[in-house]
């Protein structure tokens, strides 16, 4: 292949300019010769006819010789989100991913390449992802480093309201780890964890990453589905692997997102394979092997009600704590919080803390945003930016609807009709059913 290949190629195309095989030709052959310029204009045109996945992969590779590596891994990621399973394309992700120093997601990528062919190497990726013996696991415990681990800069001073369950972490979580010799004392075990539930966008993620900050701990979140997810066929060495993660970072506090996945009413988890994954979280959780000293477990859920009863035994997750929406002195508070280093006038909090009942923190967060975002647009138009006036707020919670409705009408009939022995109580206080 050469330069009058090219020409030729051209030539005929004059006269079919939708022969779309004999373009695809050019655009390669372009590439190949590293004319990268016009092979980025026949693949761009051959891609404005059709979501022609080779006329991608081919837009990809240019962009990855120009130099241009995150223009190149939003290509490849659609084309791999959308089922693409290919060495080629794995390698060059990984490669990619590595210019963009994303190591955790170039291993993966790197991976994903291995198992179609457990015999294929790269020899650069090898050398910089440091994996010995091709069929090898790759380094987990130095993924999961670099993927989990955190020093949270939050600590509870950053969350607004949340009172009791402030209290709460206090009393088990944080006060144990202060004063061990006491509750040694006392002959009370130290462990177990809390169990945090509620609507979403309330806060129980951000309160146990403040937890860390407030104890100068480490933090590492997962999600049971991420761990589901990781790697097929190995779920419970990793989940084993997150635990030792936290057992070699203490003082650590390990939160564990969506527990719900290990629910015994998900019919996957009903199978032996879920059964043994339940039974090696539960093995974690009690620090049967390895001591949990200094690890301090959070877990999360939006449907407690799903959840195995066995994570409910002392010891385990023996706290069940409800995280509600914000009243409307929590509401104000947040919004003082998220306001401070914004530009304001004279906010009245007090009226929009009253306006947004029922609104999450999230949802203020949404709602400051809001306002920003039109204050913004204002600020295009005459050049002059003005601070945030309560108006500007007011007029944001009307566009923007609290989402935590659609929960409390599921929460309600658990709370109702299975409350097991008063568990949910807390949301019947909150929807002022019961006292
Ligand atoms: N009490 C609060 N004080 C300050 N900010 C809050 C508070 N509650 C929520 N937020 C804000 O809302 C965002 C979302 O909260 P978070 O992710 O902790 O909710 P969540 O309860 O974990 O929701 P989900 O159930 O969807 O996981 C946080 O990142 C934070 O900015
Ligand atoms: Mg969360």
Redesign the pocket.
Known sequence: MNDNTVDSLREALKHSPENTPLRLLLADTLLSLNRLEEAEEEYSNLLKRSNDIKSKIGLAKVFFKKGNYSACNVILEEVIDNGARDIDVFTLYAKGLLQENDTAKAIEAYKKALALDPNYFDEALDKQLRLRGREEVPDLEEELDSRFLEKPNVNFS?????DLVKKEIELKIIKPLQHPELYKAYGKKIGGGILLY??????????AKATAGEVKARFISVSLNDILDMWVGSSEKNLHEIFELARNNTPCVLFI?EIDALGASRSDMKQSSGRHLINQFLQELDGIDSSNEGVLVIG?T?TPWNLDPAFRRPGRFDRIVF?PP?DEA?RES?LR??LTNKPTGTIDFRTIAKKAEHY???D??AIIDIAIEEKLERAFEDGIPKPLETNDLLNAVKKHKPSTQEWFSTAKNFALFANDSGLYDDILTYLKIKK
């Open positions: 950053d969350v607004g309201g949340m509620g609507p979403p966008g309330c806060g129980k993620t951000f309160i997102d999360a939006n995280v914000p929590s947040i919080l998220k999450s923190g999230a203020l967060d």
